[in-house]
């Protein structure tokens, strides 16, 4: 059977790890408690209490199974050394575009995706774009107001 990789740092596995080890144990117990409360409060059918911490159990059991997938397929992005002679998972990519002002990016996997944070996942279109090619290469990407290009100038 096909397992989906999560590729992830080492610092977001552990960001990752440490979210699910708090739902598996205080949130847990919180909702527990919330749900035992909740019964203690009267009619089932009117119980708008027992409702909402029902919905907030299903989210968090749904995020604890999410995690524990993520986690058992990750694969952590090691740090490399110096330039590199084409974009992978791991890469800190710098481009411009246009004249435009260079910009670097890491390429991370989806769960950590933040380009705010200069985080774009390798599944994005700029993200799949750029892997593999190489210093001086030109990417090109749909975007919503139309093609957009972009050149490769450093890789590390």
């Not at 596995?13 to 409060?41: F, H, N, P, S, W």
């Not at 991370?108 to 279109?125: F, H, Q, Y």
């Not at 190489?134 to 139309?146: E, F, N, S």
Request: aromatic share 4%.
């Amino acid at each position: 059977m096909e397992t989906n990789k999560t590729y992830l740092t080492k610092e977001g596995y552990e960001k990752l790890d440490e979210e699910l080890q708090y739902l598996r144990t205080v949130r847990r117990r919180e909702i527990a408690r919330r749900l035992e409360l909740a019964l203690e409060e009267g009619p089932l059918l009117e119980n708008a209490e027992l409702e909402d911490a029902r919905n907030e159990q299903a989210f968090v059991e749904g995020r604890i199974l999410m995690l524990e997938r993520m986690l058992g397929n990750a694969v952590i992005i090691e740090e490399g050394e110096g330039p590199h002679e084409e974009v992978e998972v791991g890469s800190h990519v710098t481009i411009t575009e246009g004249n435009g002002s260079p910009e670097t990016y890491r390429i991370v996997g989806s769960a950590e995706a933040d380009p705010t944070k200069g985080l774009i996942s390798n599944a994005s279109p700029l993200g799949r774009a750029m892997m593999g090619c190489k210093i001086g290469d030109r990417v090109t990407i749909d975007a919503p107001d139309g093609k957009l290009e972009f050149k490769i100038i450093g890789i590390k």
